[in-house]
């Protein structure tokens, strides 16, 4: 019985524990009060009982057979061997509003200059994907940019709360640098937990817009999930996102799985200048969530894209599948429909005056 005790006794206590971190560690996040739960179902018709949904059925996760797995073109391992070469980003120290010029800091964080505004997509640059320092997915390349080095930051724009998209110690380290956050509703409690000024935070629902300095920013759908702690999956949205100007029209995609929400977009807003597309981190198991590369591929058709980047790869290794499998198998694909563009990290370029860029990745072990 004393022993059975102790046992009890030490469960309670790892239970006390537990139940502490989650609700007092900030990286965790936070969830909507009854006042915005209300607002979120006048504003999302997606949003019901207090959670967000998918326009059509969603599985987070299948079941597939032993030994069964995604068409892999690569031979490589999942994290490379070799140093992936990096350069440091070129940025306009000019801006005006005709200029757009994209620079791919690894993942699907990147910083982009357009309608003379400086635009910084998913920011994470932390080591590990995760809500504590020694845990998760080392970063396996280097970054380009330290946060000291940032520009003044016009807008800071967030596709969903994952980890690897969101990350609690950017955002304080970034703060002082930033005017706007533009979140999907429900990232804004995150936000405000964190001591982000409210007033700095724009939270939209998909398809609702907002002029932020002649700059025109749509909040349009993706095909996903959230969840940062054990009580709030699905209580924030996720989304893809639209920008527009009078000389370029450009798409984030977020993460996202493949469905008709991207034809959607088409038919409301029309084709594309550049496309920055979810195209790593794949696996059959999570088919619902993630596009493999000729997923990605035909989405950037049903854009009418002219230019397609490839995001979600070239950083942390959050899947199972070799570490330059994404751009083999997008280079496969390619035809005549989008131009495949393919930057180093940190590599600044102009989307008017795009240059040929090396298969620099075949070089890499």
Request: charged residues 25%; glycine residues 4%.
């Amino acid at each position: 019985m004393k022993i059975l005790k102790q046992i009890i006794y030490v469960i309670a206590v790892i239970f006390i524990i537990a139940f502490l971190f989650c609700k007092l560690w900030l990286p965790l996040g936070a969830k909507a009060d009854k006042e915005r739960q209300n607002e979120y179902q006048k504003r999302a018709k997606n949003y019901q009982k207090n959670r967000f949904k998918n326009l059509k059925s969603f599985q987070m996760i299948y079941r597939v057979e032993k030994g069964q797995k995604d068409h892999i073109l690569s031979q490589k391992k999942v994290i490379p061997q070799d140093n992936i070469p990096i350069q440091t980003p070129s940025l306009l120290k000019v801006l005006n509003k005709q200029a757009f010029t994209v620079t791919w800091l690894g993942h699907s964080s990147l910083l982009l200059q357009m309608h003379g505004l400086h635009i910084l997509c998913d920011p994470v640059f932390s080591l590990r994907t995760s809500p504590v320092s020694f845990i998760g997915k080392k970063r396996f390349s280097t970054l380009p940019l330290a946060i000291k080095d940032l520009p003044t930051i016009d807008i800071v724009m967030i596709s969903h709360d994952h980890y690897d998209h969101l990350d609690y110690k950017t955002i304080k380290a970034i703060d002082k640098k930033v005017k706007y956050y533009v979140v999907p509703l429900g990232i804004e409690n995150h936000l405000e937990r964190w001591h982000i000024d409210s007033k700095k935070i724009i939270s939209m629902a998909w398809w609702e817009k907002r002029q932020i300095n002649g700059l025109t920013v749509v909040c349009t759908p993706a095909r996903h999930y959230s969840i940062r702690n054990l009580d709030n999956g699905y209580c924030s949205l996720w989304s893809s996102w639209l920008l527009k100007d009078e000389y370029h029209q450009i798409f984030f995609s977020g993460d996202t799985g493949y469905d008709h929400h991207f034809c959607n977009i088409y038919q409301h807003y029309g084709a594309f200048d550049l496309v920055m597309m979810d195209c790593g981190q794949y696996d059959l198991r999570w088919k619902d969530t993630h596009m493999n590369p000729e997923q990605s591929y035909q989405a950037a058709k049903d854009l009418h894209a002219k230019n397609m980047l490839p995001i979600h790869w070239g950083a942390y290794r959050l899947a199972n599948h070799p570490w330059d499998d994404p751009i083999e198998r997008l280079m496969q694909v390619q035809d005549e429909t989008v131009h495949i563009l393919t930057p180093m990290i940190g590599q600044t370029f102009d989307l008017e005056n795009i240059p040929l860029f090396l298969k620099w990745w075949e070089k890499i072990r």
